[in-house]
C-alpha cells in the first residue's frame, strides 16, 4: 500500500532590508554609486548585502542590478494605491517575533543596526510586497490556465494509486484527484505569476532613468546572447552543466512552464532529458529528446531576462521547415520563456504537441493564427464552399419532458446508432477535447476517461438523440472573447436540435464530394464595457445531411482554412 501524498507547493520566504527613498542632497557622491530617476542607491547599503550575494557568484553589476529592480517596484507603489500602516508593521514585528524572539532579534539588530531602522525596513519591505501582489493579480487579465493540461498532469499523479491505495487511506479517489488539481493549479499560477512581476520589473527598470555616480563597472541590465545544448546552457558569457532528468523529474520541474505527459511521452518513444537550475540567476533551463531515428527535440530556457534581451516584444509561434525538420520557435515576452521544439512533423502537428505541453493560455491566442484573407468562395479538388452570411436567433426550448427515460451511450453505443463516427482527424493547434460535463445542445460528461452521452425516451419512443464534441483552447469558467471553440453535433434523421437558429441572408449551396452542404460565416461582435464593439469574433457554421445523419460544424476564433480542414476531416467526407 502506498500512504496518499498531495504533491507539495514549497513557498521560501526572505527578508530584505530596504532603505528609505528620500532626498540624497546632503550625501557625498562617493558614498551613492547611481540613481534611479533621481533616486539613489547608497554604497553602504550594497556593502551590507554583496559578501551575501557574491558568495553565490553574482557580480557587483548584477547585486546591483537586484537593488535597483526593488527601488523602481517601491516607486511604482503609488500608480497602484499602496498603502501601508505603522499598525501593519507592528503587526508583522509582532509575527516575526514569534517565531524565535531572542534569535530573530539578535538577528535584526546584527543587520540593521536598531529596531527602529529594522521596523522602517519592513515597512518597505510591505509596500515592496503589497506592490508586487498587484502586479500578480493582473497576470489573469493576459493569461487563464489551461484546463486540459492541470487535468493530464493530476490524472498522470493520480494513476500511480490504485483503488486499494485509496481504500486503506480511508479516502474518496475522486477528491483525492480534487485536491491534487487544486494543488497543481495553485503551483502554476504562483509559478506564472512570479514570472510575471519580475518581467514587469525588468521592463520598468528598463524604463527608468539610471544615472551612474560613484559606480565604474559594467553598465547594468545589458543584453546578452544565450543557447541551449544537451550539455548545457550559456547564458550571461557563462557556461553551465546540463544534469540528467527522469520522466517524473521533468513532470515537477518544468510542469509550470512545459508539461511533458505519460501519454505524449509514451506515444513517441523514449526520453532523454537534461536540465538545470540556476536559482541566484533566475534561470532554469530544459534539453529533452522524445523518440529513436527521428526524435522530437524540446528547447526551453525560463528566465525574465528573456524578455529583456527582447525588448520585451515576441512574434508569436514561427515554424519553418528544412531538410524534411520542422522547427518551432516560440518566446513569450510577458513571462521570460523561450520554446524551440523540432520534428519531423508538419506545422500542423508540430503545433498541436506544442500545444498539448502548454499549461498556460494566453487571452491574445488570436497570435497563434496566421492573419489570413477572408475568401466568401473557396475552390477545392474535390468541391466548392461558399461562405453565406448568416445571423442568429435565440429560442428557449426543452429537448425532452422532465418524465422522459434517459439512457448513457458510451462512444460505440452512439456510433453504432449512427452508423458513422464523426470524431475530426484534424484539430486546430491549441484545441483539446472538453473532459467537463458539457450541456448545450447535447449532454456529455467524461467519468474514468470515457465519454457518455445522454439520450431521452419518452413511450419508448427516441426523443432526443443529440451527441457532439466540444473543443476548446481554454475551460475556465471566466468570459474570455478570444477564446477557440469547435463544436461538432450529430444526430440522427435531422439536423441536431439546438435553441440557436441560424438565419442566413441568401443561401448558395456548396459541395463537398458530392454532398450538399450550407456554410455560413459571421463577425460577431464583443464588448468591453463601451457602447462601440471592442473587436470581432470570426464564427462559422456548417449544417449538412448525409446518410440519415445530420451534421452542424461551427466554430468561434478559428480562422477559416482551420474550419475547411476541420470540416474535410470529418469521417463522413474521408470515407467518399
Known amino acids: 500500500m502506498k500512504k496518499l501524498i498531495i504533491p507539495a507547493l514549497a513557498i521560501c520566504l526572505s527578508l530584505a532590508g530596504c532603505s528609505s527613498t528620500g532626498a540624497s542632497q546632503d550625501i557625498p557622491e562617493k558614498d551613492i554609486l547611481l540613481t534611479a530617476n533621481?533616486?539613489?542607491?547608497?554604497?553602504?547599503?550594497?556593502?551590507?548585502?554583496?559578501?551575501?550575494?557574491?558568495?553565490?557568484?553574482?557580480t557587483e553589476a548584477?547585486?546591483?542590478e537586484g537593488m535597483v529592480l526593488e527601488l523602481v517596484t517601491l516607486q511604482k507603489a503609488d500608480d497602484f494605491s499602496v498603502s501601508v500602516s505603522e499598525e501593519d508593521v507592528q503587526a508583522r514585528y509582532e509575527e516575526l517575533l514569534a517565531l524565535d524572539q531572542s534569535l530573530f532579534q539578535e538577528k535584526a539588530l546584527e543587520q540593521y543596526g536598531s529596531e527602529d531602522a529594522f521596523l522602517e525596513a519592513l515597512h518597505y519591505k510591505l509596500v515592496y510586497e503589497e506592490t508586487a501582489e498587484q502586479i500578480k493579480?493582473?497576470?489573469?487579465?493576459?493569461?487563464?490556465?489551461?484546463?486540459?493540461?492541470?487535468?493530464?498532469?493530476?490524472?498522470?499523479?493520480?494513476?500511480?494509486?490504485?483503488?486499494?491505495?485509496?481504500?486503506?487511506?480511508?479516502?474518496?479517489?475522486?477528491?483525492?484527484?480534487q485536491e491534487t488539481m487544486h494543488t497543481y493549479a495553485d503551483s502554476l499560477l504562483s509559478s506564472l505569476q512570479e514570472l510575471y512581476f519580475k518581467v514587469w520589473q525588468y521592463q520598468t527598470a528598463?524604463?527608468?532613468?539610471?544615472?551612474?555616480?560613484?559606480?565604474?563597472?559594467?553598465?547594468?541590465?545589458?543584453?546578452?546572447?544565450?543557447?541551449?545544448?544537451?550539455?548545457?546552457?550559456?547564458?550571461?558569457?557563462?557556461?553551465y552543466d546540463l544534469k540528467e532528468l527522469s520522466l517524473a523529474e521533468l513532470q515537477d520541474r518544468f510542469g509550470n512552464y512545459f508539461y511533458l505527459s505519460n501519454a505524449l511521452s509514451a506515444s513517441y518513444g523514449p526520453l532523454n532529458a537534461s536540465a538545470v537550475h540556476i536559482p541566484e540567476q533566475d534561470v532554469r533551463a530544459l534539453y529533452a529528446t522524445l523518440g529513436g531515428d527521428t526524435p522530437v527535440t524540446i528547447q526551453l530556457i525560463?528566465?525574465?531576462?528573456?524578455?529583456?534581451?527582447?525588448?520585451?516584444?515576441?512574434?508569436?509561434?514561427?515554424?519553418?521547415?528544412?531538410?524534411?525538420?520542422?522547427?518551432?520557435?516560440?518566446?513569450?515576452?510577458?513571462?521570460?520563456?523561450?520554446?524551440?521544439?523540432?520534428a519531423a512533423l508538419n506545422d500542423a502537428e508540430l503545433e498541436a504537441f506544442f500545444m498539448q505541453c502548454l499549461p498556460y493560455v494566453s487571452a491574445q491566442s488570436s497570435d497563434l493564427v496566421l492573419p489570413e484573407e477572408f475568401q466568401a468562395k473557396v475552390e477545392l479538388p474535390d468541391g466548392m464552399l461558399y461562405f453565406n452570411d448568416y445571423t442568429t436567433a435565440e429560442s428557449d426550448i426543452a429537448y425532452f419532458?422532465?418524465?422522459?427515460?434517459?439512457?448513457?451511450?458510451?462512444?460505440?453505443?452512439?456510433?453504432?446508432?449512427?452508423?458513422?463516427s464523426f470524431t475530426p482527424s484534424y484539430i486546430p493547434a491549441g484545441l483539446t477535447l472538453g473532459k467537463t460535463p458539457y450541456s448545450d445542445t447535447f449532454l456529455s460528461e467524461t467519468v474514468?476517461?470515457?465519454?457518455?452521452?445522454?439520450?431521452?425516451?419518452?413511450?419508448?419512443?427516441?426523443?432526443?438523440?443529440?451527441?457532439?464534441?466540444?473543443?476548446?483552447?481554454?475551460?475556465?469558467?471566466?468570459?474570455?472573447?478570444?477564446?477557440?471553440?469547435?463544436?461538432?453535433?450529430?444526430?440522427?434523421?435531422?439536423l441536431p436540435q439546438s435553441d440557436v437558429l441560424y438565419q442566413y441572408d441568401a443561401t448558395e449551396a456548396s459541395t463537398l464530394q458530392s454532398i450538399p452542404l450550407t456554410i455560413g460565416a459571421y463577425q460577431s461582435p464583443y464588448y468591453e464595457g463601451g457602447d462601440q464593439p471592442a473587436g470581432h469574433v470570426p464564427c462559422y457554421v456548417a449544417e449538412f445531411m448525409e446518410q440519415d445523419v445530420g451534421y452542424r460544424v461551427r466554430s468561434e476564433n478559428l480562422s477559416q482554412q482551420e474550419f475547411i480542414d476541420v470540416l474535410c476531416s470529418l469521417p463522413v467526407f474521408q470515407e467518399n
Open 448 to 494: 474514468n476517461d470515457t465519454m457518455y452521452w445522454t439520450v431521452a425516451y419518452e413511450n419508448d419512443s427516441l426523443v432526443f438523440d443529440n451527441f457532439g464534441l466540444f473543443y476548446s483552447d481554454s475551460f475556465s469558467e471566466e468570459y474570455n472573447p478570444l477564446r477557440k471553440t469547435l463544436v461538432i453535433e450529430v444526430s440522427k434523421h435531422k
Open 137 to 177: 493579480s493582473s497576470f489573469s487579465q493576459s493569461f487563464s490556465l489551461n484546463d486540459a493540461v492541470l487535468q493530464e498532469r493530476t490524472g498522470d499523479y493520480v494513476s500511480q494509486y490504485a483503488n486499494a491505495d485509496f481504500e486503506e487511506n480511508d479516502m474518496d479517489a475522486a477528491d483525492f484527484s
Open 302 to 342: 525560463v528566465s525574465p531576462l528573456l524578455s529583456l534581451y527582447h525588448d520585451f516584444e515576441g512574434n508569436g509561434v514561427v515554424t519553418s521547415t528544412e531538410n524534411g525538420l520542422t522547427t518551432l520557435t516560440y518566446l513569450e515576452p510577458a513571462l521570460g520563456i523561450y520554446y524551440e521544439v523540432s
Open 401 to 420: 419532458s422532465d418524465s422522459a427515460r434517459t439512457e448513457q451511450w458510451d462512444m460505440a453505443q452512439v456510433t453504432d446508432y449512427l452508423g458513422v
Open 206 to 239: 528598463s524604463n527608468s532613468e539610471l544615472s551612474y555616480v560613484s559606480y565604474d563597472g559594467e553598465p547594468l541590465f545589458q543584453k546578452s546572447d544565450y543557447a541551449i545544448s544537451q550539455d548545457s546552457l550559456t547564458l550571461k558569457g557563462k557556461t
Open 62 to 64: 548584477e547585486i546591483l
Open 38 to 58: 533621481g533616486e539613489a542607491v547608497y554604497q553602504k547599503e550594497f556593502d551590507k548585502i554583496s559578501d551575501k550575494y557574491k558568495e553565490k557568484g553574482l
